[in-house]
């Protein structure tokens, strides 16, 4: 069994808080697991709500899902101006899956700590897997690989290429575009390779935030967590969906560039 220690003091509590649970790589487990755990249980619930679903009087639940679904397939209707079988289920998995991460946030801050500790030997938990850059910046290259996979389907391999040597500066004759073609290239990898970066740490920094927030609440007194933990969960409520919402739509409008033409 492991031993267990209580936090000397306030900075051993926030580094405690701060500290994955790594494998001996250096692999998160407790970000890969939580995420997981998260993962299945969207495609459970969803998958609940679809076998339950009624052309009569809907249940509560049916109401909650067909009201995400509705949302997401607005913005996509809005923002994607090609045609994809795969934009739909994307989008939906990448705010209900992002949206739960983040609301992990909203448990208490000692708890899984605590159980892993104490019921599984676990030392260290962190529970918010997009407070994990390696995680964010995951979720983001994967984002990347579709950006790039979209852009060859709709142009074709060729046509992507000349792409990537021809835009965004366009030149008449050949000389021009040869030498124009070094210039094009570093901005369209400026750019593919911008779209990933600010998605991941735009998600990762608002969530590190929130989760440090939360550990120096759980430092005061207990009356003074609920004065100044209550406003703050509220508000952050308002953070963890719009971070999601935003991770969302910014893949729905890099996705729906990737199919035009400059």
């Known amino acids: 069994m492991t031993e267990h220690h209580a936090p000397a003091n306030a900075t051993e509590y926030i580094q ?27 495609v459970g619930i969803f998958a609940f709500a679809a076998r339950k679903a009624t052309a009569g009087v809907p249940g509560p639940l049916q109401n909650f899902v067909e009201m995400i679904v509705e949302m997401v397939d607005s913005q996509i209707k809005d923002a994607f101006h090609g045609k994809s079988k795969v934009i739909g289920p994307l989008s939906l998995t990448i705010f209900c899956w992002v949206f739960l991460m983040n609301s ?47 852009s060859i389907k709709a142009k074709g391999l060729v046509g992507w290429l000349k792409e990537l040597f021809t835009a965004p500066f366009h030149a008449e004759g050949l000389v ?54 209550t406003p703050w969960a509220i508000f952050h409520i308002l953070v963890v969906t719009l971070q999601a919402f935003v991770f969302m739509m910014l893949t729905i409008v890099y996705l729906s560039l990737a ?4």
């Open 16 to 42: 405690h808080h701060l500290s994955f649970n790594q494998a001996a790589n250096g692999f998160h487990l407790d970000t890969f697991w939580v995420a997981l755990v998260l993962g299945f249980l969207f």
């Open 104 to 150: 992990m946030d909203f448990l208490p801050v000692d708890l899984l700590p605590w159980i892993g500790q104490h019921v599984f030997g676990i030392e260290k938990l962190r529970v918010v897997p997009t407070a994990d850059v390696n995680q964010t910046f995951a979720m983001s290259l994967a984002v990347m690989l579709l950006i790039i996979g979209f």
């Open 176 to 229: 021009m575009t040869v030498l124009l073609a070094p210039v094009n290239f570093a901005f369209q990898m400026v750019e593919l390779v911008a779209k990933p970066i600010s998605l991941a740490l735009r998600l990762f920094g608002n969530m590190y935030a929130g989760e440090l927030i939360f550990i120096l609440i759980a430092l005061l007194p207990f009356w003074a967590q609920w004065v100044l933990g």
């Open 259 to 262: 199919v035009e033409d400059h």
